[in-house]
């Protein structure tokens, strides 16, 4: 299955249709100085470009993932944007990001310390909050991108990708092996988003409906079937230890006994799915495309849809407080009531 037909999210098909851009300064960390001028000297419109982008909110920017960390959200999306969040409602952007890939995925293990990754095999890092980022990994022109990564501790990490394609840190990403998830049929399974459970279970959220789980801390991993063939984008844990996952065509799975077994639970939409947050009040926040919102008030069991009239995109959702923030192809929309 070719990429470009497997990937429908508006992110991957971006990178396979137009190709993904190369890292400012590949296989060394950059400073900040170092990186921003550099990026101005290859793109003399960059500054300009961003200066737009931030007076007008950074609407119109893609962004693809978002973290939280207390009141801190860091988002990030396509040509390196990284924005940065203290209130729910006005971003920036960070002061130094050394590259200009597309970045996929971003978390915060603490306060301080985070982790992002991206095209080209990007992995960046970060020791105050998403100020400052440093170049930890990247691998231009091997066309496998970074879709998804998650740390276990600050040290230890996995970051996943297309084709069953694994690694694995324990140095906090400085050096990076293999891991295999699967074998036989599975292992060619785009891998797609990494969570875990509050028992300190890992998912993989995988193609085909598939995932694989692992109690061991990802030393071994069981491959197990939702019974749909719908890739699936995302999973979260919620507080009483319930696991959800959503994926394409509106695909929503639930699981009460640390992932073990999954059922599906009604989405009454065939929008395809990208992001989970539980806020503070308990209620659950699903977002997906075509401006989609599902809301539910009983811990996933069931949700009301609805639909936003922008019909943006949305790709994330982290909670601010008891309103969900939600982050789109069309940049973050700070009322996401």
Request: charged share 15%.
């Amino acid at each position: 299955m070719k990429p470009s037909h497997f990937f429908s999210m508006t992110s991957i098909v971006l990178h396979v249709a137009c190709g993904a851009t190369a890292a400012e300064h590949p296989g060394q960390p950059a400073g900040a100085g170092q990186a921003q001028n550099a990026a101005a000297a290859r793109w003399p419109a960059l500054a300009q470009a961003q200066r737009i982008a931030a007076a007008n909110g950074f609407a119109g920017v893609p962004l693809l993932a978002a973290a939280q960390a207390g009141q801190r959200v860091v988002a990030v999306g396509d040509h390196g944007a990284v924005l940065l969040s203290d209130n729910g409602g006005a971003f920036r952007q960070a002061r130094s990001v050394p590259v200009r890939a597309m970045l996929t995925s971003v978390q915060l293990v603490d306060a301080k310390r985070g982790y992002a990754a991206g095209h080209d095999g990007v992995v960046l890092g970060t020791q105050d909050g998403g100020d400052t980022w440093t170049m930890l990994r990247a691998t231009p022109g091997e066309e496998q991108p970074i879709l998804a990564l998650y740390f276990t501790t600050p040290e230890h990490g996995i970051a996943v990708g297309l084709y069953g394609w694994a690694i694995e840190t324990r140095d906090g990403g400085r050096t990076w092996a293999p891991l295999t998830v699967a074998s036989g049929e599975e292992a060619d399974r785009h891998l797609l988003h990494v969570f875990a459970s509050p028992r300190g279970t890992l998912f993989i959220a995988g193609e085909a409906g598939t995932l694989f789980r692992s109690a061991d801390g990802g030393k071994s991993w069981h491959a197990l079937s939702t019974g749909n063939k719908g890739s699936l984008w995302h999973g979260r844990a919620l507080a009483d230890g319930t696991l959800l996952v959503c994926g394409m065509r509106g695909h929503l799975y639930r699981s009460h006994d640390d992932g073990l077994t999954w059922q599906a639970v009604a989405s009454n939409t065939t929008q395809s799915l990208t992001g989970i947050a539980e806020l503070a009040d308990g209620s659950v926040a699903v977002v997906g495309m075509a401006g989609t919102v599902l809301r539910s008030a009983d811990g996933g069991k069931s949700f009301a849809l609805a639909e936003r009239a922008g019909r943006e995109p949305l790709t994330a959702v982290v909670a601010d407080g008891k309103r969900a923030l939600l982050m789109s192809m069309d940049g973050p929309l700070a009322d996401g009531r």
